[in-house]
Nanobody, 120 residues
Framework: QVQLVESGGGLVQAGGSLRLSCAAS????????MDWFRQAPGKEREFVAR????????RYADSVKGRFTISRDNAENKVYLQMNSLKPEDTAVYYC?????????????WGQGTQLTVSS
C-alpha cells in the first residue's frame, strides 16, 4: 500500500525556519515528480512547490519563491520543503503529493498533511 507521510510541522514564530519531510513507501519514488501543496483555513488548497523526478526542474509559487526550497533524496524516498523567513500567512496544512510522470498536474497519491502555524 502506497503511503506518503509528512512530518516536521509545528508552531514557529514569524521570521523563523522549519523543514518539512515527506516519506514515501511502496512507491517507485524516483519515477515521480513530487509536489507540496498547502491549505489554510477557509481557503482552497494551493500549489507551493514542485520538483521533477531527477530534481532538474523545480518550480515555486510566487508567494514562497526565495523563501522555500524543495529538495528530494531518491535513495531515501523522501522529499523536503525547507521554509525560511516564515510569515503568518504561511500558516496552513501542508501536503505532499506524487504527480503522475506522464500526466503533469494529475496526482497519484497524497499524504495526510502536517500543520504549520506561524505566530506573529
Amino acid at each position: 500500500q502506497v503511503q506518503l507521510v509528512e512530518s516536521g510541522g509545528g508552531l514557529v514564530q514569524a521570521g523563523g525556519s522549519l523543514r518539512l519531510s515527506c516519506a514515501a513507501s511502496a512507491l517507485p519514488f524516483s519515477l515521480y515528480p513530487m509536489d507540496w501543496f498547502r491549505q489554510a483555513p477557509g481557503k482552497e488548497r494551493e500549489f507551493v512547490a514542485r520538483i521533477s523526478s531527477t530534481a532538474i526542474n523545480i518550480r515555486y509559487a510566487d508567494s514562497v519563491k526565495g523563501r522555500f526550497t524543495i529538495s528530494r533524496d531518491n535513495a531515501e524516498n523522501k522529499v523536503y520543503l525547507q521554509m525560511n523567513s516564515l510569515k503568518p500567512e504561511d500558516t496552513a496544512v501542508y501536503y505532499c503529493a506524487a504527480e503522475y510522470h506522464d500526466s503533469p498536474g494529475a496526482y497519484a497519491y497524497w499524504g495526510q498533511g502536517t500543520q504549520l502555524t506561524v505566530s506573529s
